[in-house]
């Protein structure tokens, strides 16, 4: 059974860095194409941003890049989401996501296994 865990959420101040982390177990992690996205609340959930295997190729949703970086240690099972600047809007739950194909994936289909989400508050 896959499972994924994501932690590094919490209250930050606008203006604040943070640095999510996601681990899963059950799966060969260094096969998985992994992505983070996030849901706001009355919002459709949106990447933000997707790493492939090896981590030398990434993608980032509209406008993600500026702020967010996304990278992976396959020695310890590990991806990871660097978040600058962060602004009250950024507000949601952020999401990791694994895909069972190895080359980068952009699309929410393309991934079948889901953590649970940790909240990321950002207060004004």
């Known amino acids: 059974q896959v499972h994924l865990v994501e932690s ?10 943070l640095r999510l982390s996601c681990t899963m177990s059950g799966r060969t992690f260094s096969r998985s194409a992994m992505g983070w996205f996030r849901q706001a609340p009355g919002k459709e959930r949106e990447l933000l941003a997707a790493i492939n295997w090896s981590g030398d190729t990434t993608s980032y949703g509209d406008s993600m890049k500026e702020r967010f970086a996304i990278y992976r240690d396959n020695v310890r099972n590990l991806v990871y989401l660097e978040m600058s600047s962060l602004k009250p809007e950024d507000t949601a739950v952020y999401y990791c996501a694994a895909s069972p194909l190895n080359r980068v994936v952009i699309n929410q289909g393309g991934y079948n296994y889901w953590g649970q989400g940790t909240q990321v508050t950002v207060s004004s």
């Open 8 to 17: 590094g959420g919490g209250l930050v101040q606008a203006g604040d860095s």
